[in-house]
């Protein structure tokens, strides 16, 4: 057993161990396949569950009528996807906007933060259960208030990411650049922004999911019926006319949706911090 | 040789916890000099090099550098304890660093800063991470992006300490060979006797609690100084004269240790 190999990249490429790689592929194959197995296997255990003591489907649907329900009502159910898609991604966006814009006024002035942090504070704090019939009534249309719901769940965690990841940067560092005589702007774009990123990606990951929620318990809220709604809406129309399969089919496409969200976000966090990050490198073992 | 390139003139630093960190500080260098400040933590050496440097203000007293002929961006280069890299940037740009706020284009830039990492043995590693790049290298590129531009004076806040013996002997051949290239002033903050010695003209010996300049020592062993004189007994003597006279500075604050 040889000890891990160092970062010294002055020897080069060290020969390496064929048995490492070799494990270290079986273990990469393992990391996919033995999450899908489990998953297969609870599907298949509920499937054979359902049929084999005859469980009504308006209890629970086997997934295969789950599946069955999910084509017929594809269309109809496509467009409430996209209606939750498109709530998510403008309140992330604007979550993102204003969070890193609050952010940096934040972190450029202390007494500006501590002046607004209480109102910061008191919209993170308060549900957005409890806040959204107000919103509701004053919002001029259901979407923009939906969308000024969900933006609520996702802007705090970007804002303090944001704040926290401007302050983070190394004292040295921030000393050489007043050595150089460095402009503000240079200061900002130069040393605080990219300090800040790795901050910035976490509270996207998780502000990204909190978007979603955000978008989907506002709907529930507001009870929203009709064409131009999203999937909490079918979900609560299926639960009216008992259509429990249709209510599994929408909830898969939720799901779905937020693991797509996670699996996009994270992915961006590799990309933007795979070369230099500790939360991001790999290590070779 | 005319007037001191860096002047010190009483200067005091008190810290805002209520600590005495320099008291009284009168010194002067001349261009060319190559003198350590050697003392024990606490001591307020590298309280007076970051005052030097302008990154710290001072409470009383005056700092003055003769101004240059205007040659360079910047006269002053820093080199921190750690090797003080931006992790996200390549060897190449955190070299560039210091022309890239300058103003100057990477295009027009990249010449010098390939010939500082040239001269410090790095050219292969331009592209490389900083995470890629043992201890020593780390602090081989922070001293690149000092030189980068052509500074007069080069300020050394204990950069080896935390570098393995044979690294560090390394290095010290490096910055004597960086010094005497470019004519440059050097001074080098250090808690070691024998690495003061083997570096400097001169040795300023400070003693703690309140931090003040304790003894003047001139280290007038010949030059060039290459491994050979580590061996030599005129480098055991002056390293017995300035550790004598750090040992006293320590009595005299009866500090324990």
């Known amino acids: 057993m040889t000890p891990a190999s160092t970062t010294d990249a002055a020897a080069g490429e060290a020969p390496v161990n064929r048995e490492a790689e070799a494990r270290a592929r079986r273990e990469r194959v393992l990391s996919w396949a033995m999450p899908a197995a489990t998953m297969i296997a609870a599907i298949a255990l509920w499937e054979w569950w359902v049929r084999a003591y005859d469980i009504p489907h308006y209890l629970i649907p086997a997934p295969s009528r789950i599946l069955a329900t999910l084509v017929a009502d594809g269309p109809s159910l496509a467009g409430s996807a996209w209606f939750t898609v498109r709530l998510t991604i ?7 906007v204003g969070g890193v814009t609050l952010g940096a006024v934040f972190a450029l002035s202390r007494p500006i933060e501590m002046s607004l942090f209480p109102f910061a504070v008191i919209l993170q704090v308060t549900p957005v259960v409890a806040i959204a019939p107000l919103i509701l009534i004053y919002a001029q249309s259901t979407f923009a208030a939906l969308l000024i719901c969900a933006w609520i769940v996702a802007f705090f965690p970007i804002l303090s990411g944001t704040v926290v990841g401007l302050r983070s940067a190394d004292h040295n560092l921030r000393d050489l650049f007043t050595l150089y005589r460095a402009t503000p702007w240079q200061r ?26 955000g978008a989907v318990v506002a709907e529930f809220v507001a009870g929203t019926t009709g064409r131009n709604t999203g999937l909490a809406s079918r979900i609560i129309e299926s639960s009216y006319r008992n259509e429990i399969p249709r209510m599994f089919a929408a909830l898969v496409l939720v799901s779905a949706l937020g693991i797509a969200i996670f699996a996009l976000t994270a992915w961006a966090s590799r990309r933007v911090l795979g070369h230099w990050h500790e939360s991001e490198i790999r290590r070779e073992t | 040789m005319g007037r001191p390139l860096i002047r010190m003139d009483r200067v005091r630093k008190w810290f805002g916890e209520g600590t005495l960190a320099v008291d009284d500080m009168t010194m002067a260098i001349d261009e060319g000099e190559f003198v350590s400040f050697l003392g ?133 051949n490096d910055v004597l060979r960086l010094w005497a290239e470019h004519g440059l002033t050097v001074i080098f903050v250090t808690h070691s006797v024998f690495e003061s010695v083997y570096l400097s003209t001169r040795v300023l010996v400070m003693a703690a609690r309140p931090g003040r300049v304790a003894a003047d020592l001139a280290i007038a062993s010949p030059w060039p100084r290459d491994d050979g004189f580590r061996n030599a007994p005129d480098y055991a003597a002056q390293c017995r004269m300035v550790s004598d006279a750090l040992k006293s500075t320590l009595d005299d604050a009866r500090i324990d240790h």
């Not at chain 2, 740009?93 to 830039?109: F, H, K, M, Q, T």
């Not at chain 2, 690149?144 to 531009?149: L, S």
Request: hydrophobic share 50%.
């Open chain 1, 188 to 213: 900002l774009r130069y040393l605080l922004a990219p300090s800040a990123l790795p901050f910035f990606m976490a509270s996207l990951k998780v502000a990204g999911g909190l978007s979603l929620i």
């Open chain 1, 90 to 96: 403008m309140a992330l966006a604007l979550a993102v």
């Open chain 2, 40 to 172: 024990p933590s606490g001591c307020g050496k590298s309280t007076a090099l970051r005052m030097i440097a302008g990154l710290l203000p001072v409470t009383a007293g005056t700092i003055g550098i003769e101004p240059g002929a205007g040659r360079t961006e910047h006269d002053l280069g820093f080199v921190f304890q750690e090797p003080t890299l931006m992790p996200w940037a390549t060897a190449f740009d955190n070299v560039y660093l210091p022309l890239r706020v300058a103003g100057v284009g990477r295009a027009e830039a990249a010449p010098r800063v390939d010939a500082a990492l040239a001269e410090v043995g790095l050219s292969r590693f331009a592209g490389a991470w900083p995470r890629q790049l043992s201890g020593g290298m780390k602090m081989r590129v922070s001293i690149a992006r000092a030189m980068v531009t052509r500074p007069r004076i080069l300020l050394m806040d204990e950069p080896f300490a935390a570098l393995d013996e044979m690294t560090r002997m390394k290095l010290n």
